[in-house]
């Protein structure tokens, strides 16, 4: 694969993905930033002094790559608008398909995988990064860009990243989902919920030595129908005895007769 020398790279825009992306980028001497853009100009005023900003798209500076790292309903739009850039430009979204950079003769993704929260600092080389190119020839730069902030790029599909994402959802949003049930039932108690992080961090690193159908316990695994029981009649919420109830079920239906 061929690589070349320091890569010019524009952000457009201000929210937790860019924040963590400008970190990464602006601190790679094989990565030249050449602007964050963004609308917002109160989120913007966060890159203020570190690098040169733009509010709005008109007149963008030129760059090699343009990262469109926004919210997903508003990258066609953004795409539209700034569709007289001549770079390689690409979209951070783990659901979005190529087709929304239409406007672009060049054009890709740069998705990391990952949950991105404002305060929170990652190593961003510890962080799967999927890409896809439109153009062939295009691969390499993006393969560069990439492999300067993560140690792991892979080549992804539009069809297999969208899969991907939905596989992201149920292992990151919707667990952590039931992290805030667990904190609000030992709230609700006067119970501290600290109490339960170690048993959380102890559930994650299993995931490193054991596959998720080997690392499952409790109670529907056990099909220990009397504590599902009690369990349920704990419950107030009507939507907590919902979820309660189609994972327990799920996870009887996985394991079938299996003790």
């Known amino acids: 694969m061929y690589f070349r020398g320091m890569i010019q790279v524009t952000i457009i ?17 094989a990565l030249h930033l050449v602007q964050v853009v963004g609308r917002n100009r ?35 739009a953004v795409s539209e608008q700034i569709k007289y850039c001549k770079g390689l430009v690409v979209h951070t979204s783990g659901s979005v398909s190529l087709k929304a950079l239409k406007h672009h003769a060049k054009s890709g993704v740069l998705y ?20 896809e190119t439109t153009q062939k020839e295009d691969y390499s730069l993006l393969y560069q860009l990439a492999n300067c902030i993560s140690d792991k790029v892979i080549e992804i599909s539009s069809g297999q990243r969208q899969y991907l994402h939905l596989a992201a959802v149920f292992v990151n ?23 339960l992080k170690p048993l959380l961090l102890e559930t994650a690193k299993k995931i490193e ?19 599902m029981e009690a369990h349920l009649k704990l419950l107030e919420n009507p939507s907590h005895k919902e979820i309660y109830t189609l994972l327990s079920n799920s996870i009887k239906e996985t394991y079938g007769e299996e003790l």
């Open 13 to 29: 825009g201000t929210g937790n993905v860019a924040r963590h992306l400008f970190a990464a980028i602006s601190s790679n001497p």
């Open 209 to 227: 030595n054991l596959s998720p159908h080997q690392a499952q316990t409790g109670p529907a695994r056990r099909k220990d129908n009397h504590t």
């Open 112 to 131: 990391p995988l990952q949950t991105f929260s404002k305060d929170r600092k990652l190593d961003f080389k510890e962080i799967p990064i999927c890409i």
């Open 173 to 195: 949003n919707f667990t952590n989902h039931l992290y805030q049930i667990g904190t609000d039932i030992c709230e609700k108690q006067r119970i501290d919920s600290d109490l």
């Open 42 to 76: 109160k989120a913007l005023s966060y890159f203020e002094n570190k690098t040169a900003i733009q509010l709005g798209f008109d007149n963008l500076a030129d760059s090699e790559v343009y990262i469109i790292a926004i919210s997903d309903d508003h990258i066609p």
